[in-house]
């Protein structure tokens, strides 16, 4: 049962997008959300970070994330663009289906590094008013040098994911234009 069709994404109300740092996560799914007129939970907005005037790049609490979380997945109808593993239970609980943006590593650090750089470049506020700047790209809590500590570990439990015999149903997309074909069938079917 784990391994979806793009049909079981069509008609699913409550999807999860999963992926590694840099997959593209955030812009499928407000990209899907739209197509489908589903509100769209950015997790590291709503969920994971505090806004910035209360303490710049400080993580919520595990039990806040959890709570906000409990709260958000309690809808009837939304796209998250991720799941933090101090939440993802919670999220998979309900989620109807799962689309895993399982990309190979170029492509997901080459767009990355992009957007960090770009970020840097023009101070962009992202995440609650957090700004990344140039100390912390090359910092020890670089967002690069997160997608090599956990891109192993991610891939790994998307095909895991999609692999067991039970639990929600993953459509694992391998390649961008997998995505751009979704996107385009979830604008006609809504």
Avoid at 10 to 20: H, I, T
Avoid at 78 to 83: E, G, I, N, P, T
Avoid at 132 to 139: A, L, T
Avoid at 168 to 181: C, F, N, W
Wanted: with cysteine; glycine share 6%.
């Amino acid at each position: 049962m784990p391994r979806a069709t793009i049909d079981n994404a069509l008609v699913a109300r409550r999807v999860l997008f999963y992926g590694v740092t840099g997959s593209g996560k955030s812009t499928a799914a407000l990209r899907f959300g739209e197509a489908r007129r589903l509100s769209v939970v950015l997790v590291d907005e709503s969920i994971g970070w505090l806004p910035a005037n209360v303490a710049p790049w400080t993580n919520r609490s595990d039990e806040e994330m959890r709570s906000i979380a409990s709260g958000l997945v309690a809808d009837e109808e939304w796209v998250f663009d991720s799941a933090y593993g101090q939440f993802r239970d919670i999220v998979l609980a309900r989620a109807q289906v799962i689309v895993a943006l399982d990309y190979p590593r170029w492509l997901s650090l080459g767009r990355l590094i992009r957007r960090t750089w770009q970020r840097a470049r023009d101070g962009r506020e992202i995440c609650n008013g957090n700004k990344e700047n140039w100390k912390q790209i090359f910092s020890r809590d670089s967002i690069v040098r997160w997608h090599f500590q956990t891109f192993s570990r991610k891939r790994v439990r998307m095909r895991s994911l999609e692999a067991a015999p039970t639990g929600v149903p993953v459509l694992r997309l391998t390649h961008p234009r997998q995505l751009e074909e979704l996107v385009a069938l979830a604008m006609t079917s809504s």
